[in-house]
T-cell receptor, first 114, second 115 residues
Framework: QQQVKQSPQSLIVQKGGISIINCAYE??????FPWYQQFPGKGPALLIA?????SEKKEGRFTISFNKSAKQFSLHIMDSQPGDSATYFC?????????????FGKGTLLTVNP | NAGVTQTPKFQVLKTGQSMTLQCAQD?????MSWYRQDPGMGLRLIHY???????DQGEVPNGYNVSRSTTEDFPLRLLSAAPSQTSVYFC??????????????FGNGTRLTVT
């Protein structure tokens, strides 16, 4: 299965700071890139998603930036809050892709200190 | 709506024992799947189903069986538990199998320890 490489593995940010999580992919055919957020003791939940026809998508304090030529996409969390502390997974899907073809990154544990 | 319900929340097994992890959803979702989550390994797909009566293998199917006799239920069976199956197991469902219009809805997981 094609890889999605996620970094960093863990991240500590002060309240009010910017959290940045990066993902790189290999398959240039990938055309759907969701991010899932997982709080401790819970299952992941869809946070935000982007398609490669746009370079950026913003929802509140969360922004996905997409660089098709570099085969990279990243999640930016502005004004990070302690409630944002969670594990974040990026993922990628091929064209017409089904959820069983979704490739997940290995996750980033974000801790936002008060 | 309860969403995706997984039982039990915790389970300890001895090597060689068998058990069934239960998963039920009340959203009339066509697609259901099982993942395991291990530290540093992310989410790995075990088995999935695109509808009642249809199942298929994911990335790490060995040692696990599934069946889908109803739309609502998708149990995962461990045939002969091994320590390597110590993990957190998540069931996930979506309205259809198509990723772009059907995000996955995850249960809260079952933490399994095999001694």
């Amino acid at each position: 299965q094609q890889q999605v490489k996620q970094s960093p593995q863990s991240l500590i940010v002060q309240k009010g700071g910017i959290s940045i999580i990066n993902c790189a992919y290999e398959n240039t055919a990938f055309d759907y890139f969701p991010w899932y957020q997982q709080f401790p003791g819970k299952g992941p939940a869809l946070l935000i998603a982007i398609r490669p026809d746009v370079s950026e998508k913003k929802e509140g304090r969360f922004t996905i930036s997409f660089n098709k030529s570099a085969k990279q996409f990243s999640l930016h969390i502005m004004d990070s809050q302690p409630g944002d502390s969670a594990t974040y997974f990026c993922a990628a899907s091929p064209p017409g892709g089904s959820n069983y073809k979704l490739t997940f990154g290995k996750g980033t544990l974000l801790t936002v200190n008060p | 709506n309860a969403g995706v319900t997984q039982t039990p929340k915790f389970q300890v097994l001895k090597t060689g024992q068998s058990m069934t992890l239960q998963c039920a959803q009340d959203m009339n979702h066509e697609y259901m799947s099982w993942y395991r989550q291990d530290p540093g390994m992310g989410l790995r797909l075990i088995h999935y189903s695109v509808g009642a009566g249809i199942t298929d293998q994911g990335e790490v199917p060995n040692g696990y069986n599934v069946s889908r006799s109803t739309t609502e239920d998708f149990p995962l069976r461990l045939l002969s538990a091994a320590p390597s199956q110590t993990s957190v197991y998540f069931c996930a469902s979506s309205l259809t199998a198509w990723a772009q219009n059907s995000p996955l809805h995850f249960g809260n997981g079952t933490r399994l320890t095999v001694t």
